[in-house]
Every structure is written in C-alpha cells, then in structure tokens.
C-alpha cells in the first residue's frame, strides 16, 4: 500500500475529456476506483458490491445536484445534475449534465482544456472492521448512499477524473492506489537550489489564511510537503459546507477526519478531566476519561503507526518525537486552563478602556477630530459657507511579552493533571495581572500627549488645580471641569462623567460617597448616589489620588489593543528539547495609550483632614 499521506494530496492526472457532449450538455465522469483513504480511525475502504449502494436519490424529483466544491450553501454553486450512476468492477462512474450558467461554461472550457477532478459527498449507515496485525484498522463502509458530485481542484482519489480517450489507470485491487507519474512534477521542484525556510511558509499560510496550529504541525516539513499539506486544506474549507454524517471522498473538514478538529476535540476531553463542569462537545464525547498515555496512542495509530505491547513510557516518547497531534492536543489543554484562569478577573480598569486591534507592531495612530463647525445661516442668494475640522493625532504601539515552561516525560507517562492545571492557572492569572499593571502604571506615569504637555495637566482643563480629599464639593468640581471640556477648535464638547477610579485605600470613602442616601431633607441628598460607577484599581500606588473619567462609547480616552487575531495570551508548543517533555510557550502581543485626554479628570488628593 503506498504511504496514504501522500494518495491524499496526489495531484489528479485527468486529461481533457472527449465524453462532453454540446448537444446534450452531457459528459461522463469516473467518480471513485475504490482507492483506500485514510480516515481518524485508520484506512476507510468502499465497497465494491453494487448491492451496498443506495442510488435511490438519482431517480427522486431533487435528483442528484453537481456542485463547485461541495458548494450547497452559495447561489450558483449547482451547475448542473447527475442523469445516472453505474458500479462498476472496477470503478464508480456517472452521467452529468450541466446548466448554461458562467460557472458551467467556464467548467466546459476547463473540460476541454486542462481536464477536472471529481469527488462526492456520501453517507455511511453500516461499517464492516477487518482486523489486521501491526497495521492501521480498516473499515469497510457497506451502507453507501451518494449525495452529490462535484468538481474539485484536488480529489482524495486521484483516479476520480472526467472521462477521456485515455482513461487512467485503476487498481489492481482494493489495497493498491493510482500509481503517479514515473516523474512528479512536485519533486521536479527540487532539482532548483532555493532556500524556502520557516519565514516563507508562514508567508505561505498567511497569505491563504492559515492559522499558526497549522504551521506549527507542518513546519518540518520539507517544501513540496507542505505546499501539498496548504493545497489539502484550502480544499478542505471548500468542502467545509457540508456537516455532521457527510464524508467527502476528497476530505471531511467537519469530522474527526481533519487534524484540526480532532486536536480541539481531544484538548476539550483532557479539559473536562480537570475540570467535570466544563461541558463536552459531541466530537469531544468518544474520548472522554482518556489517559495522556492512550491520548498518545491514539496520536500514533492516527498516523498509521502500529502501538501494540508498547508502555505508557513508550507511547508517550514516541508521541513526542514523531510528526503526530500530541503536543498540539497538550497545548489546547493549557490553553483552555489558561484562558479560564485569565477571564476569571478582568481587569478593573478595562471597565475605563476601549478595546482594539492593531495589524502589526507599528506605531498604532489614532486620529482627533475638532467637533463639526458651526452651522451658518444661507444667505438671501442661496450661498453656503465652507467649515473645516481641526485634528490631532496621538500614537502608541503594542510589544511582545511571554514566557515558556515545560510539561516533562515524567508527568505525561504518570497521567499527572496537575502538570496542565496549576502552573496555566497561574499563567493565566499572571497575563491577566500584568494587564492591569500596565493599565494602572500607564494611568500613574501621566504620559504626555502630541501637544507635548503631560496628560494630566492645567492647559488640558483635566487636572484639578488644588489637592483635596475625596469628597462631595471636589467630586462636583470634577464633574463641572468634564462638562465644560473644549475640543480642538475651542468649542464646548461637554462630556459626561461616568466613573470614579480609586486605589483600594479610598474604597470604603468613596462607597460612602456614592451610596443613596434616604435622606431626612434636600439639602443631604447625594448628587452622585446614582451618576457615577465606581472602580477600585489595587495597583495604583497613590493612596490619596482619585480619578472621574467618561463612558469609552462618548468620547476616546484610554486604548489597549492586542496583534490582530491573538487577543489575550496565545500558546504555542513543541517536543521539548532543552525540557524532557513538551515545552509549552505563552506569549501576549499587548499595548496601551491614550489617545484623548478629555475624557478624564484627576485629583492628585490629599490625606482626610
């Protein structure tokens, strides 16, 4: 049996077709040759028996539709339907007809031209298992009902083709797949001198937007290996449309069947092990009280590779220095620990921030517009007269900050949950706290602004001019200089003060202050009983100064922001080398700023007389 990584992403070798038809629009196609592909569960094989396929749909009112790429969501993906389908000896074959939509005339110039392959979407009621020795588990799919046909740019079974006068070779038996080319046009590549290094495979990814599991599984490969491995997972999201029981004869992006899948699904049941209350997903289910040892197994037989007599010991090393899902399935269960601990405790002071994203690690600017001019009269002639906006732009940018543990051999083969629990726990809660610090320490630093004048400062109209201790006449003066803040070109903007923001020494006075009062006479209502949400923020090291600061929605302030696509801590992981184990790396692409400074007021305070 050839290696069954490679039979799923072989190019097709389908020639132009001399089977198309004009008059009738009409063609035939060779659906399967019963080629093996492999499966979550080992080598999933078709029947050959006719009696074992359910053709009932072809001759129902819907019929059989033939789409773009397993397309059945988007209009215009049908082009066209399946008139028959046959069972043959030694193949799958079927008659289709297509429409007169631009899909299926750009199909027949593709037909004509350069030749296209064919895969189907089925559904398996009834498996037959045949045992072998030292070899992956073979299911025979003896229940087979076809759903649809489509074209596809790479199919599973590489001899899936449209018909021509040179039809390609079949297998000479159930075990054997398509032999390619004497000279494959990816190893040809080879014969060029280029360096094509881990930059350039994430370029790669990035370009077709392939997230960093997917780089992190693949990035030891060489280079015709992983350009294939990108090709087989554009084509799985193209199929990715179709759910639950639907198997592609090319690949099932919605199954246990894609790697990716597979890792969340297995992360999510070591998960519930730690933690019973976190609920199960269906794919989950099936491997619900697995042991990190047989987690490794299962890693092992995914590949192909037989496990039997092997120790705990054994399967783990093996899982840990071979191409399998291991560290990753590690790695998504830290990382579910960790993302729990860090949305535990969020920040206090996060209640005051917008949130954003920045696309790189530039500097991120943020533009300030003047409020609108003031409208004017038209005079008696019809004329209007021009305005303009006056602007300011501040800036700051986000850093990379991170730290890496290991989980070692010893735990692993000891099942030891504690390796996945404690130290995540405190990573997360660690990510969560330095956020804050940042957040506090950004607050307390009193940056200065484009102006080059601190934030905090007189001409900003946002720093009280005389010290005073947290109390109802100061906190009115507060709310006084907010509503009469100015924008850029001097006009009244009138913001609305929104929160208090204290250190956890003015707590309990400013409880006090906000709390309602029932009041024995007008004159001891509190003002602000019901205005103002309070905010303690432990961090800040003043104990005597206080802050008000507007809703985010009104008007900017206080920014943090996170590298587009990682917000929060991120885990990466690798077979540890310098760490007998695996290594497990955090990191936090984080940063702040203000990017207005009239959306907050400040009281340096002063000590309760």
Known sequence: MPDLDELLTRRSNAGRTSTWDPDTRTFEVVCSTFADVRRWFGIERLSRSPADWDLSRVNS?????????????????????VLSITIGKNDVRAIVQLGSSEAAEALVRDLQEIGVAISFGYRVSKWERLEQDDAPEIRVAKSIAILELSAVSIAADAGAHVRSENPMPTPANNRAAVTPPATDPVEDIESEVRVFGPAEKKALCERHGLDQAFYTRHARKTE?????????????ETQANHGGSVIYAGHNARTLDNPEIRVRAIGEALRHRLDPAAELSEPARQFAGMTVPEIARRCIEVRGEATAGMSPAQLVTRALHSTSDFPLILADTVNRTLRSAYMAAPSALKQLARKTTARDFKAKHSLVLSEGPELKKVNEHGEFTRGSFRESKESYRIDTFGRVFGITRQALINDDLSAFDQVPTKLGRAAEAFESAFLASLVESNPKMSDNKALFHADHRNLASSPAALDITPLSDARLAMRKQVGLAGELISVTPKFLLVPSELETIAEK???TLAAAKMDDVNPFSKSLGLVVEPRLTSATAWYVSAATGEIDGLEYAYLEGYEGPVIESRAGFDIDGVEIKVRLDFGAGFVDHRGWYKNAGSSPG
């Open 61 to 81: 009112p819907a019929g059989i539709p033939f789409l773009l790429a397993h397309d059945s969501v988007t209009p215009g993906a049908r082009i066209g339907r």
């Open 224 to 236: 015709p290996a992983f350009r294939e491995a990108v090709l087989d997972a554009l084509v799985e």
């Open 513 to 515: 202050l906000l709390a």
